[in-house]
């Protein structure tokens, strides 16, 4: 949005490529690829269980996130991306082959019949830097968006 008006642009696929060991050009690709720079490829996360989910209004449903184990797993912290309101993130539990994350809809704020998909993420680092005490955070991989349902209790 700029200026209240919605912007898009086409996005095209290039590859940055030199010519003569001089001039650089941006090339259109003819598929849209990824490439991966350092570090270590991360087994995909995959939800478990039926979907959407639905979460009564003024309670909680659990889902089972299926991840490689690993040591990483044991102290995980996940919180909400812009969640609608009246949706919360609740305990997020390590269980054998992955973890076991809670939403909670409150039933002031959740609307009955509401659905929408959630994004789920690592907490940033804090402002100012990563300080000694902290420790150094290991990607868990990308987890999908979850379909989500608002039900009455």
Do not use: C
């Amino acid at each position: 949005m700029i200026g209240g008006h919605t912007v898009s642009r086409p996005v095209v696929p290039a590859e940055d490529l030199m010519q003569a060991f001089a001039y650089r050009h941006l090339v259109p690709s003819q598929e849209p690829m990824v490439a991966v720079v350092g570090g270590r490829p991360v087994p995909p996360l995959e939800l478990g269980g039926d979907v959407p989910v639905r979460v009564p209004a003024g309670g909680s449903a659990t889902l089972r996130i299926n991840a490689p184990r690993r040591p990483i797993l044991r102290n995980v912290q996940l919180e909400l991306v812009d969640p609608p309101a009246g949706i919360t993130l609740g305990d997020v539990t390590v269980v054998p082959k992955g973890f076991v994350i809670s939403l909670k809809a409150d039933a002031a704020t959740a609307t009955v019949g509401f659905t929408d998909n959630l994004i789920v993420e690592r907490p940033g680092r804090p402002p100012g830097g990563e300080s000694a005490k902290q420790k150094r955070r290991v990607s868990l991989g990308v987890l999908p968006a979850i379909p989500f349902e608002i039900v009455q209790p």
